[in-house]
């Protein structure tokens, strides 16, 4: 068959009709175990930590997105991040974007120091820093774009040649949450990995905590596998359905969300009362030429500055009617 698009691939890819009884949405596989023919007989699923059938069906999907060979799904966007970074060895280094993710930032800093593992951060609109920080020992470069919430783009086939070009063996890391595979496809612009927590436009409805890590490279596909099982971060089988469900429709959702964001850019770029708009499909964006170029539109997510106090923000904030003032994005309300 020739190359499906995204919007098909959202749709089928990883899902076949039951074969038992033609189901045409992938069953919610709520088991633990499954029943053996003879010792160690079965048909390819053992217990559901090390494989689930719905969460099979997530994962082939996930990495089809992504133009991957490999996805592993997991129980939240910092497990995936976790199992990440658990490739590094204490006395190896980490090299971050100085926007990351704050649990991000929080694993790195609170947890991974602790166990011997170096990080640092660096500007990564900068590619003379980001080169001039690689070391010896760095193992990951870990990056996300856009960034939360000053919505910086990073050149990713820019940054992932020149960290190639430092050492083969350095991998890079794009957390592709904000943009997810319908804006943006890290790995077909020389990513090592991707990672999503697909709590967020994945989901896209607010209804499930999840992650995933998707890949080409087969010997760390094999170590990521191994920890799933080893960790057992795993998500259960009704919240690998409710992604899959999600996910049969992020192209209308995030073309949607895409139009109302620069609608909403416009209006708030004129208003006497706001003092800067950060949006990638802005053209006074300081990078819409990188966004332009790796990204299919400026996706969901603006941030914005007012004129005035921190108190005045805090008004505007709680004063919104149909934006809810909470934690996490992408939900279609
Ligand atoms: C929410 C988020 C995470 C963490 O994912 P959870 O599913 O909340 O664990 C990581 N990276 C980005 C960019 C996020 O927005």
């Known amino acids: 068959m020739t190359q499906q698009h995204i919007e098909t691939l959202s749709i089928h890819a990883g899902q076949h009709p039951d074969p038992v009884t033609g189901a045409v949405m992938t069953?919610?596989?709520?088991?633990?175990?499954?029943?053996?023919?003879?010792?160690?007989?079965?048909?390819?699923?053992?217990?559901?930590?090390?494989?689930?059938?719905?969460?099979?069906?997530?994962?082939?999907?996930?990495?089809?997105?992504?133009?991957?060979?490999?996805?592993?799904?997991?129980?939240?966007?910092?497990?995936?991040?976790?199992?990440?970074?658990?490739?590094?060895?204490?006395?190896?280094?980490?090299?971050a974007g100085n926007d990351v993710y704050g649990g991000t930032f929080r694993l790195l800093d609170k947890v991974f120091k602790g166990y011997g593992v170096e990080h640092s951060f660096v500007e990564m609109t900068d590619l003379d820093q980001v080169k001039?920080?690689?070391?010896?020992?760095?193992?990951?470069?870990?990056?996300?774009?856009?960034?939360?919430?000053?919505?910086?783009?990073?050149?990713?086939?820019?940054?992932?040649?020149?960290?190639?070009?430092?050492?083969?063996?350095?991998?890079?890391?794009?957390?592709?949450?904000?943009?997810?595979?319908?804006?943006?496809?890290?790995?077909?612009?020389?990513?090592?990995?991707?990672?999503?927590?697909?709590?967020?436009?994945?989901?896209?409805?607010?209804?499930?905590?999840?992650?995933?890590?998707?890949?080409?490279?087969?010997?760390?596909?094999?170590?990521?596998?191994?920890?799933?099982?080893a960790v057992g971060a795993v998500p259960g089988p009704m919240d690998c359905f409710l992604i899959l469900r999600g996910i049969k429709t992020l192209a209308v959702r995030m073309d949607r969300h895409a139009d109302n964001a620069l609608a909403v850019a416009q209006f708030l770029s004129d208003h006497p009362k706001v003092k800067e708009v950060i949006y990638p499909g802005l053209s006074d964006h300081p990078q819409y030429e990188i966004a332009k170029k790796q990204m299919r539109n400026g996706g969901g997510m603006i941030s914005f500055l007012l004129h005035g106090t921190v108190d005045d923000a805090k008004r505007l904030a709680a004063k919104t009617k149909l934006f809810a003032l909470a934690e996490s994005l992408g939900g279609v309300e």
């Open 27 to 95: 069953p919610i596989y709520q088991t633990s175990t499954y029943v053996q023919s003879g010792v160690a007989e079965h048909k390819g699923f053992e217990y559901s930590r090390t494989d689930n059938p719905t969460r099979s069906a997530l994962q082939e999907c996930l990495a089809a997105l992504e133009n991957g060979k490999h996805g592993l799904a997991f129980a939240s966007g910092m497990a995936a991040i976790d199992m990440v970074l658990r490739l590094v060895k204490a006395g190896e280094h980490v090299l």
């Open 132 to 229: 001039k920080s690689l070391r010896p020992n760095t193992r990951l470069v870990v990056l996300e774009t856009p960034t939360n919430p000053r919505l910086k783009v990073f050149d990713i086939a820019a940054i992932s040649k020149i960290v190639h070009g430092h050492n083969a063996q350095t991998q890079v890391v794009v957390d592709n949450t904000f943009a997810t595979p319908y804006l943006q496809r890290p790995l077909d612009l020389g990513a090592d990995m991707v990672i999503h927590s697909t709590t967020k436009y994945l989901g896209g409805h607010s209804d499930v905590i999840g992650g995933a890590v998707i890949t080409s490279d087969a010997a760390t596909y094999e170590r990521l596998k191994f920890l799933q099982n």
